[in-house]
């Protein structure tokens, strides 16, 4: 394949902590948590470490919007595709609290979430299928050459990670990020290819 288009480079960055990320529990049915203080300051250390230049989305959630505001981002463009996936009936547990009351279940439920391929998820929530889906339509959208940084959560990042390097398990705390590159045969071809050169959680 000829490649005559200059890369696009993609900052993947997980929200900052909350207090559900600290409870290691699902976010409950319609909460919005806001960042913790130590959130805020980790937040706020992400500045001056990502080009300003870049076009910047984020998932509406209040604790994405508050990462890239502190980060240096507060113009972020709302990208209702990188919203973190709906876990139904897991929502506001804990993972201790499901296996105790659903048994092995839960992690079929995972793993169906994270197959882009499954018509299967948690109950009353997202199918990988879906998940995928509305990820990968962001994915098509973007422009085809300069920087972009999107700040979503973990679910998402995960997806993107396989949807474009098939990157089938990782793990990145809040704060963390990944950093891709796609080349494309030209100007107004899709898809390309992708390749990762950064996945790190924060140091401490």
């Known amino acids: 394949m000829s490649l005559d288009a200059p890369p696009l480079t993609l900052h993947l960055i997980r929200h900052a902590p909350t207090l559900p990320n600290v409870q290691r529990r699902y976010p409950k049915a319609g909460e919005d948590a806001p960042l913790s203080d130590t959130g805020r300051a980790l937040a706020a250390s992400l500045a001056g470490t990502l080009p300003a230049s870049a076009l910047a989305f984020t998932s ?18 709302a990208a209702p595709a990188l919203q973190e996936a709906n876990f139904g009936v897991m929502a506001g547990h804990t993972w201790a609290e499901l296996e105790t009351q659903y048994g092995t279940a839960p992690r079929d439920w995972i793993e169906a979430l994270a197959d882009p391929d499954s018509d299967s998820g948690p109950p009353g929530g997202e199918t990988g299928r879906a998940f995928h889906a509305r990820l990968q339509m ?11 940084i999107a700040f979503t959560h973990a679910g998402p990042l995960l997806a993107l990670l396989r949807l474009t390097v098939s990157l089938k398990a990782a793990e990145i705390a809040p704060g963390g990020r990944g950093t891709l590159h796609r080349v494309t045969a030209s100007e107004h ?9 950064h996945l790190s959680s924060p140091a401490g």
């Open 60 to 77: 509406p959630a209040q604790r994405a919007r508050e990462t890239a505001e502190l980060a240096g981002f507060p113009h972020a463009q």
């Open 138 to 148: 962001w994915l098509d959208a973007l422009p085809h050459a300069g920087t972009v």
């Open 189 to 197: 071809s899709g898809g390309g290819d992708w390749w990762l050169s």
